[in-house]
């Protein structure tokens, strides 16, 4: 085989599992939720804020060693960054996905399993309680209710307004929520919640497919044995990869 033959072939075989519209690396802005003095819900031993800072930063090695992809962080530390600066760093960047990273918590102990959200309504009291306790957020900072036009986090009212928005990705976001289940269903062996819907101010200004992941329940002691685990974190950052992978390699808008 001659070197130009070798070159075609090697050039044909990119382009059979991306889209011809990857030209350029593609951009992943990943955002590890709360942080600093927002630790997010908490375990018994672990604090929300702690692993999904772990499991982004894994995700962000496993991005950087393939060539395919540039990942970009929203925090590296545990600091505090407010929703709607995540949002501006993925839009500012002209991202090309936004991947926010949580724990998820329940009063029942018992409850277990990843679910993976895009911007909507909450069709469901479960999903208006995840959404109403990451908002909650927002409290944390100065001056929100200028910031995020007098929303209250609190009021069940207030989420209203979030069925009357179209995300203009919406459908893209989904159809990536849909890999990112059925990817740590593959990698984790655990059980999926499903694809959801619900009002997210860390997804509501986002101009790009945007999806936030609730990797596990932080308040099921299995589950959080689980989530703070060094294997664990790697089989979940394992279950991104694969997912934005795959989601690149179906070539579909």
């Not at 995540?86 to 090309?96: G, I, P, V, Y």
């Not at 307004?161 to 990705?169: G, K, N």
């Amino acid at each position: 085989m001659s070197k130009c033959t070798g070159l075609l072939l090697l050039v044909a075989a990119c382009f059979s599992t991306t889209s011809f519209r990857w030209m350029k690396p593609i951009l992943v802005v990943i955002d590890p939720g709360h942080g600093g003095k927002d630790p997010g819900a908490s375990g018994k031993v672990f604090k929300e804020k702690d692993i999904v800072l772990s499991v982004s930063l894994k995700l962000a090695e496993l991005l950087k060693k393939d060539p395919l992809f540039r990942p970009v962080l929203t925090r590296d530390t545990d600091t505090f960054v407010e929703l709607i600066r995540r949002a501006d760093t993925a839009n500012k960047l002209h991202a090309d996905f936004f991947l926010s990273i949580h724990c998820n918590a329940n009063p029942k102990r018992e409850v277990a399993g990843s679910e993976t959200y895009a911007l909507g309504e909450h069709k469901t009291k479960d999903n208006l309680a995840v959404v109403m306790r990451e908002n909650s957020a927002i409290l944390l900072e100065e001056g929100y209710q200028r910031t995020y036009e007098g929303f209250d986090p609190n009021s069940e009212e207030a989420y209203i307004i979030f069925s009357l928005m179209q995300h203009a990705y919406l459908k893209q976001s989904l159809r990536l929520a849909r890999k990112i289940e059925d990817a740590l269903v593959d990698k984790t062996k655990r059980q999926s919640r499903g694809v959801r819907q619900a009002g997210f101010l860390v997804l509501w200004r986002t101009s790009m497919p945007a999806v936030l992941c609730e990797i596990g329940f932080i308040t099921n002691p299995e589950e959080e044995k689980y989530l703070g685990s060094e294997s664990g974190q790697e089989h979940i950052a394992q279950a991104l990869y694969q997912a934005l992978r795959q989601y690149v390699a179906a070539g579909q808008d």
